[in-house]
């Protein structure tokens, strides 16, 4: 059934596909403080300035470089180079310290769609760009994707930690599994992102209503909490984030024993607050050309950010 939510959605979606929407708005000087709200930019320069301003105001941040699907073995390989270029520049301007500018990966940019092979080539894209954060004294995490490549990354996960144990993973809470793989992975030294989730996914694998992702989100939030490992709480809902303070008092955690994580301009006023309490804040963000179709999914999210944009459009 086709309620105006889904349609909305759906065409957003479809814009997301139109390379003259594209153009133009990239030609637009007038849109792009908008566009800047939620991308760190196009170049590794551009993301260092909003990486530092981030870090100027006590919030640490994990960089995306975006790029999804790879079928191109060039592409996975000029991904894996962009992340360690990003490592170099970022570590030359001191922000790579104890973890305090990350990188995020999806390993279908590395090469995992690569036909039998590709696991083992985004498993070696990978395991450079793990060298290239251990040089610069910060850490990884792995995006995860759609539930078809739910087993595939736990496994990359599982080989790259063999080497550097700070590698971090990310759970969803819509997935029937992740409660069990929430106490795979709640162990000493871990670091789990949990996050809703992000894909379409059927029933067969995935709750579907809001209420039954958010009442997992709590079951996974709380055997996270009760481990040994260090949670991220990946999420902009006002009543997980007060959960999270809760169940963390519970648990006896230390503020500094987990971290809130939010997107780049999403509740910024509020990553400011769980900052000044002196809760750990990190802020996600993306960047790099393929900027476009990352911006569209978000508005898909959420419409409501689709007025916040056109209005910036018409206004600047
Ligand atoms: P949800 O979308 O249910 O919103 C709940 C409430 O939060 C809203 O009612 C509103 O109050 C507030 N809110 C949400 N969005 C808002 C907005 N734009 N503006 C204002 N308020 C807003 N997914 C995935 O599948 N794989 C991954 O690797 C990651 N990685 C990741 C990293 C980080 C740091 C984050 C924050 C998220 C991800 N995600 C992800 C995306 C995640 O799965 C999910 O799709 C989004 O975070 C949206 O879910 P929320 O938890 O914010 O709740």
Sequence with gaps: DLTPALLLRQTILGLSRNDQLRDAIERAPISRDVVHRFVGGVSAQDVLRVA??????????????????????????????????????????????DGTVEVSLKLSALGQALGRDGNTIALENARVICQAAANAGTTVTLDMEDHTTTDKTLWVLHELRQDWPWVGAVLQSYLYRTEQDCRDLAGAGSRVRLCKGTYKEPESVAFQSK???????????????????????????????????????????DPDSFEFQMLLGIRPEEQLRLAATGARMRVYVPYGDEWYGYLMRRMAERPANLGFFLRGLATK
Excluded: Q
């Design 52 to 97: 530092s301003e981030l870090v100027d105001t006590r919030r640490s941040v994990t960089i995306d470089y975006l790029g999804e699907d790879t079928v191109d073995p060039a592409m996975a390989t000029s991904t894996r180079d962009a992340y360690v270029e990003l490592l170099r520049v970022l570590s030359e301007a001191g922000l790579t310290h």
């Design 211 to 253: 209420a039954d992702v958010d009442l997992s989100y709590v079951r996974c939030l709380k055997i996270l909490l009760e481990g040994e490992g260090y949670p991220m709480v990946a999420t902009h809902d006002p009543r997980l984030v007060e959960i999270t303070s809760v169940l963390a008092e519970k648990a006896r955690r």
